[in-house]
Structure formats: C-alpha cells, structure tokens
C-alpha cells in the first residue's frame, strides 16, 4: 500500500513565524487532503488538493503529483494554529492514507 | 444537517459491556467513514459505507465490531464486549461522494474502565 511520510514530525516556532510541512507519498494518488486537528481534537479540512497551488489566508498548499510530495505553507503564524498537521492522500480506492502528522506549537 | 453530528460525545463504560455509537452525516453525502484515534497516534480507518453498503470493512479490528447504515444517512457502530484496548476517539467523517473532501465530526471519546 501506499506509504506516507510528513516532516518535520514536530515544530516549535515563535508567533509570527513562517512554516513549511512536507508529505512524501510512495506511490500515485488520486487526489490529496490537509487537515488540522486542533488542541481539543477536532479535524478540519484545510485543502482538497490533487494538484497545484490553492490558497486560503495565511494557508496555502502545493501538490506535485508526479513528484509525489505535497507542502502546506503557514504564514505569519498564530498560536491558534497549533495542533497536529495530517496529509491524506487518496489511494486508488479513494481511501485517505494518514500520514502520523506534524505537531505544530506556536509560542506567544 | 450543516455538519457531521456525532453522538455521545464522551462515553465510559466497564470492560465486557456493548456501546452503540451514532454518526449523523452531513445531508445529502452519499459516503460514511468511521475511524479510530488512540491517544498521541494517527487515525486508524475502521469501515466506510457508499449508501447503505459497506465495500470496505478491512478495517474492522475484530468481530467485536460492527456498523450499520440505514436509510443512506445515520450509521451506528456497535463494540460488543468491550475491552480497555477499545478505548479511543471514535471519528465519523462524510463525503459528498467517495471521491470528494471527507468532513469530520467531532468524535466520540470512548473510555473503557
């Protein structure tokens, strides 16, 4: 099966600071999600991205399918945007395969 | 509904005892996954439905689990003889159509003493 990796695996930065969180994926997908699960575990749906560049904010993330990475970019970061960072690409099932996460804590 | 509902919220029980837990879907999405999310670690995907069908129940760690889906919308997974391994965050997700973004709900934290 397809396997995923993300790093860093954790991340301290001090607020205001930029980030950049990579997920290398072993084989072709068919489509690919960044999510952000918060302090309190909650999931939520950040990009819908198979390809390209999309951008939300101070979020925005790029998909390289035939390289077979995918990078989420957070700019001026906030201490709201703490938590564990999770790509999921899609395998030919349409199946979302986790990748373990970045943890990410912001430092007022 | 706007979101995906899930319910309880925090549910304990003794070991050897059966839970039902509930996953109301976002209206109109066809695709129904349920997932597991032990302490620190990723998600652990359980079983996905299209409708009222289950193509996939790969996931499912033993017998002891089970889902239904009725009606292409509320699904319920069913732990029987629950053990403290079963203890976890029990998260239900729904999509438009199986290849579509998936949504959460705010899962079930399931404690098993």
């Known amino acids: 099966g397809i396997q995923v990796e993300q790093s860093p695996p954790d991340l301290i930065l001090q607020e205001g600071a930029n980030s950049t969180l990579r997920c290398n994926f072993s084989?072709?997908?068919?489509?690919l999600q960044w999510f952000h699960q918060n302090p309190w575990g909650q999931l939520i749906n950040l990009f819908y991205?198979?390809?390209?560049?999309k951008q939300n904010g101070r979020l925005s993330a790029t998909t390289v399918a035939t390289e077979r990475y995918s990078l989420l970019y957070i700019s001026s970061s906030q201490t709201t945007d703490s938590g564990v960072y999770f790509c999921g690409p899609m395998d030919s099932n349409y199946q979302l395969i986790w990748g373990a996460g970045t943890k990410l804590i912001i430092k007022p | 509904g706007a979101g995906v509902s899930q319910s309880p919220s925090n549910k304990v029980t003794e070991k050897g005892k059966d839970v039902e837990l509930r996953c109301d879907p976002i209206?109109?999405?066809?695709?129904l996954y349920w997932y597991r999310q032990s302490l620190g670690q990723g998600l652990e995907f359980l079983i996905y439905f299209q409708g009222n069908s289950a193509p996939d129940k790969s996931g499912l760690p033993s017998d002891r689990f089970s889902a239904e889906r009725t009606g292409g919308s509320v699904s319920t997974l069913t732990i029987q003889r629950t053990q403290q391994e079963d203890s976890a965050v029990y998260l239900c997700a729904s999509s438009l159509t199986q290849a579509q973004p998936q949504h959460f709900g705010d899962g079930t934290r399931l404690s098993i003493l």
């Open positions: 084989d072709s997908v068919n489509n």
């Open positions: 991205i198979p390809s390209g560049t």
């Open positions: 209206s109109g999405h066809t695709a």
